[in-house]
């Protein structure tokens, strides 16, 4: 009786309300990929667009040297790295949605399942891009690899995003395997273009029982491997700081503030694509408000854990106000940074608790608003982590130009900064075009399991 | 009521134009500078100026840095500048003497330099002066551990003997000077020199066990900052013993702890033991897409 129950119970909370009245065909028709409108080509044009002004500025890099970038001997980490430590966190979605959800057996999750994988697998390309522009010398990368020492915390981050994204390809390509199949059933709605790149990616597969056994079980050992893979990538990226003995950075907390942070933004933007991809796609019976009442649990839980930490890592310092972090410290309580350093305290933490503990905050509007401020306010709190910190060193700046005293991105690492961020949202919108963004396999076995 | 608002209106309006107007309020006042003048010279070689400015608020002196200072030998003329100089936040500037005023400077065994500020928006114009005569200190440290500074001041053309003025001897170390004993300063006898005997063996020096000792005479009002330096080897050799490259994943490649290296190489071999496993299972997975 009591399974029953709760057998019931998943079931309603798996499909949409009116499921019953959703025949297979409608689902497929329904997810399956749809070609740009007007409104998805402008956005397409206004993406390249802005990548290729951030293509031009790295030209001018690449031409003049890292001289055109505001970088210089104090703050010699900017926005790059700002941005790198943004990608690597938001990619992190990846483990959260699906292999924690999955393992937990969390069965609303699966029609965002795909929407977190294209955003880590976007956000990890360009994360790895980001970090090969900031060196300067693209060729840098490749002495990297050919005289890189193990010991070296850069070297721990070049192998485990190496690791994350091998590991977010493959938890993307897996379950899109039955898909792909449908994919090429439908001939007529692919294109000749895409119906030989699915050919060439999925023909193989037939889905019999030993094919779907096989890739059950990849599956299984991509989400118990992707979460450790996971926590490493962002706590070696945490500890690209924490091993550096500098104000602000010398924590034994930052591995774990850094993963609750990244989880909080991989939610953001989880939530912010939902909504797009809902009304975009007009995909209301799949992405029911149900869900967002469910995320927006989840992002409360996220802010409420992530400012915790934000507590334990700038109240006990403030309480001791040791002399040579406290240039830091009132530098982002009321110096210089203060107002970024409460805007993203404020929208990316504080708002979003009070905004989403309330019901009416978690329909899909207000959680969407609340997910953009999350998303923005994680992107400052990052350029927070990195920069003043470096313009704060334990030693006083002595005989230094002014300008080294202070850092504002150039316009060359704004656009390359912004292109990157295009770069990401134009990934995300192309692999949304070649693949369905609900898993179809898996929403037409939820719809069989409710029939039965 | 509207007559009374519109005098209420007026009243406003009349209190704004005169709280407005410039010819009712006062001119702030500028601040007055203090303008002090040190003068350094190290080991008998180029002399230095350094210039402190700072002013009084509220009782208290503060430095005041980003001030423009012009420096001059004896008078304020173009043959004798010196030098422009900025004040940093500590409101200190320093110039060494030029070779430019190297005729004014023979002319005279005693000199004057100047300092002087034109003014600005914030501070009134303020100068500053110190007068010094030319003098030399030498340093010599015998076999049994005496150390002896001798000061000479340039009278006329010869330099002489100077009797009376506290010398420090003392031991360079990182932060500060440490004296060779207990006494803070030795005064020179008639003959010019000042004694002290060594009294820190067990001091660290180097690897080879040198320190350098220094004389130096601080803040005279005739002769300025003097100090000269000579290395001895009376300290105790220093190796320093670092466990660095045994113990931590930092270290160079071929001196990291073998078991670090093996549980680092490990989890990455594991982790990617399983995607190749995993990459390979998609081939039979192909493979059995063809056999159906």
């Known amino acids: 009786m009591e399974n029953s129950i709760v057998k019931e119970k998943i079931v309603k909370d798996v499909l949409p309300k009116n499921a019953d009245s959703i025949t297979e065909e409608k689902i497929i028709r329904d997810l399956l990929p749809q070609k740009f409108g007007k409104w998805g080509k402008i956005w397409v044009g206004v993406l390249v667009a802005i990548c290729l002004i951030g293509m031009f500025a790295y030209y001018r890099q690449l031409r003049y040297g890292l001289v055109v970038t505001s970088m210089r001997d104090y703050a010699s980490w900017g926005i790059y790295i700002s941005n790198f430590v943004f990608f690597v966190a938001i990619s992190l979605v990846g483990s959260l949605i699906t292999a924690v959800f999955r393992l937990a057996g969390v069965k609303w999750s699966t029609p965002l399942t795909r929407i977190a994988e294209v955003i880590a697998v976007a956000a990890i390309i360009f994360a790895s891009i980001i970090i090969i522009v900031d060196m300067g010398s693209p060729e840098r990368f490749y002495f990297l690899i050919l005289y890189g020492r193990v010991q070296s915390p850069i070297i721990w981050d070049v192998i485990v995003i190496t690791t994350y994204f091998f590991i977010s390809i493959l938890l993307l ?56 893979v996971a926590f490493s990538i962002h706590t070696v990226t945490s500890w690209l700081f924490a091993t550096t003995y500098r104000p602000g950075w010398d924590s034994t907390n930052f591995g774990a503030y850094f993963i609750a942070g990244a989880f909080l933004v991989g939610a953001g933007a989880v939530v912010v694509a939902m909504y797009v991809f809902r009304k975009a796609d007009h995909l209301e019976k799949y992405i029911t408000e149900d869900h967002f009442e469910k995320m927006g649990r989840i992002l409360v839980l996220l802010s409420l854990l992530y400012l915790y930490f934000n507590v334990n890592e700038f109240l006990t310092p403030y309480f001791k106000m040791k002399e040579s972090e406290s240039a830091y410290l009132n530098g982002l309580f009321i110096g210089d940074f203060a107002h970024i350093f409460w805007f993203a305290i404020l929208a990316g933490m504080i708002l979003p608790i009070i905004i989403l503990l309330f019901k009416k905050g978690r329909k899909p509007l207000p959680v969407f608003i609340v997910g ?46 912004m292109g990157s961020l295009a770069g990401v949202c134009l990934v995300i919108t192309v692999l949304t075009r070649i693949f369905p963004i609900i898993p179809i396999q898996e929403t037409l076995n939820e719809q069989h399991e409710i029939a039965k | 009521m509207k007559s009374l608002n519109k005098i209420l209106i007026g009243s406003l309006s009349i209190i704004l134009v005169l709280s407005s107007y410039n010819g009712f309020s006062q001119a ?36 005041v840095g980003g001030i423009n200072l012009k420096l001059f030998l004896d008078k304020d003329s173009t ?56 003098a030399k200190i030498l340093i ?73 000792l220094v004389a130096k005479i601080v803040d005279n009002d005739q002769y300025g900052n003097l100090s000269i330096e000579k290395t001895v080897p009376w300290g105790n050799k220093f190796v320093p013993v670092n466990t660095f490259n045994e113990r931590t994943l930092f270290a160079t490649r071929n001196k ?20 190749i496993m995993l990459v390979f299972n998609l081939f039979r997975i192909k493979k059995l897409g063809r056999d159906v």
């Not at chain 2, 350094?40 to 350094?50: E, R």
């Not at chain 2, 008639?190 to 020096?205: H, L, M, W, Y």
Request: proline content about 5%; hydrophobic content about 40%; overall charge positive.
């Open chain 1, 173 to 228: 390509y897996y379950p899109l395997l039955p898909d792909i199949k449908i994919l090429l059933r439908f001939k007529e709605n692919t294109g000749k273009r895409l119906y030989k790149f699915y050919s060439f990616i999925g023909s193989f597969w037939k889905g019999s029982h030993k094919q779907y056994l096989l890739n059950k079980k990849a599956i299984n050992v991509l989400c118990i491997t992707i979460i450790p």
């Open chain 2, 140 to 212: 010599d440290a015998t076999s049994d551990k005496t150390v002896t500074a001798s000061v000479f001041e340039m009278k006329d053309t010869t330099w002489t003997p100077v009797k009376g003025v506290d010398v420090v001897l003392a031991i360079r170390r990182m932060d500060a000077d440490l004296t060779i004993d207990e006494k803070p300063t030795f005064t020179t006898d008639s003959t010019g020199k000042a004694s002290g005997d060594f009294k820190r063996d067990s001091i660290p020096g180097d690897a080879r066990g040198n320190i350098t």
């Open chain 2, 79 to 134: 043959g004798t500048f010196i030098g422009n100089v900025i004040t940093n936040e500590k409101g200190e500037a320093t110039a060494y003497i030029p070779t430019s005023v190297k005729a004014e400077w023979a002319t005279s065994s005693k000199h004057t330099f100047l300092a002087t500020f034109d003014g600005n928006k914030k501070y009134a114009p303020a100068r500053g002066d110190l007068t010094v005569a030319k």
């Open chain 2, 28 to 63: 702030a006042e500028k601040g007055d500078l203090n303008v002090a003048v040190n003068y350094f010279i190290t080991n008998n070689k180029v002399p230095q100026l350094m210039v402190k400015v700072n002013t009084k608020i509220n009782g208290k002196f503060l430095n």
């Open chain 2, 256 to 275: 990291a702890p073998v078991w670090i290296l093996f549980i680092a190489y490990s989890i990455a071999v594991s982790v990617w033991g399983v995607l």
């Open chain 1, 372 to 417: 953009v401020m999350v998303v923005v306010g994680a992107w400052f709190k990052r350029y927070l982590i990195v920069t003043p910190t470096l313009l704060h060193p334990f030693l006083p700046m002595h005989d230094v130009p002014a300008n080294y005293r202070h850092y504002f991105p150039s316009w060359e690492e704004w656009a390359i900064t």
